[in-house]
């Protein structure tokens, strides 16, 4: 029953940062901008991978997750802006369809190499971390 309720904050906190950026692309830019939980998902990406590879430093994890999340935001920003200018609200949902879908390939193919993400040993809970 715990994992059950573990699941579901989880999930509720993982919504709500989904919630949180598509309101602020809707109500700002008027962007419907469908690709923003994949820019999400690569930047855990980045932070799965700064996690093992860097022995679970927990800081630099959140500010490669910050850092990475900003890139990737200002990255796709110019594709938006001349469609946001005209009002193009179809081609705007297939752009944002397609910036997800490159997203998508390149975790599956280059970060991971098609395997599922898995957290380090420590984090797991299967043993103490606090002593």
Not at 7 to 24: E, F, P, S
Not at 99 to 123: Q, R
Request: proline letters at 3%; glycine letters at 10%.
């Amino acid at each position: 029953m715990e994992s059950f309720i573990a699941q579901i904050i989880v999930g509720l906190a993982t919504g709500g940062i989904y919630a949180l950026g598509m309101n602020l692309l809707v109500l700002v830019r008027n962007i419907v901008h469908h690709s923003y939980s994949h820019i999400v998902v690569l930047t855990m990406a980045m932070g799965w991978l700064t996690l093992t590879h860097t022995g679970n430093n927990i800081p630099l994890c959140i500010v490669v997750m910050l850092v990475s999340a900003i890139v990737f935001t200002i990255a796709t920003e110019p594709l938006f802006r001349p469609l946001s200018v005209r009002g193009a609200d179809l081609e705007t949902v297939t752009l944002a369809m397609g910036i997800g879908i490159i997203i998508t390939e390149f975790i599956s193919k280059y970060i991971n190499g098609g395997a599922n993400f898995a957290f380090p040993d420590a984090m797991t809970g299967r043993q103490n971390t606090i002593n």
